[in-house]
Nanobody, 117 residues
Framework: QVQVVESGGGLVQPGGSLRLSCATSGIIFRLYAMAWYRQAPGKERELVASIPSILSGDSTNYADSAKGRFTISRDDAKNTVYLQMNSLKPEDTAVYYC????????WGQGTQVTVSS
């Protein structure tokens, strides 16, 4: 059974930081490309950042809104992907979802990030 579980969301003031984690089980994690998406109320889900698997020659990829502020990383020994978010803005408020893809795709349940003073 595949499990994808996000954690680390919460309420933070503008300019603050959060680190999201996504722990997986039931997949050969190192084979999967991993990504973070987000969905704000009334908006479509959008890609925030992605990181390739060891099989790929691709590099990490960021949405323009995330460049310079967010960093995606992975620990294949822990089957976990992270999203370090700095200099958070109110417009970063959304539910953040983790995605694992290697032919098939698996989603987590999401973690709420709220940026507000």
């Amino acid at each position: 059974q595949v499990q994808v579980v996000e954690s680390g969301g919460g309420l933070v003031q503008p300019g603050g930081s959060l680190r999201l984690s996504c722990a997986t089980s039931g997949i050969i994690f190192r084979l999967y490309a991993m990504a973070w998406y987000r969905q704000a109320p009334g908006k479509e889900r959008e890609l925030v950042a992605s990181i390739p698997s060891i099989l790929s020659g691709d590099s990490t990829n960021y949405a323009d809104s995330a460049k310079g502020r967010f960093t995606i990383s992975r620990d294949d020994a822990k089957n976990t992907v992270y999203l370090q978010m700095n200099s958070l803005k109110p417009e970063d408020t959304a539910v953040y979802y983790c995605n694992a893809e290697f032919g098939d795709r698996h989603w987590g349940q999401g973690t709420q990030v709220t940026v507000s003073s």
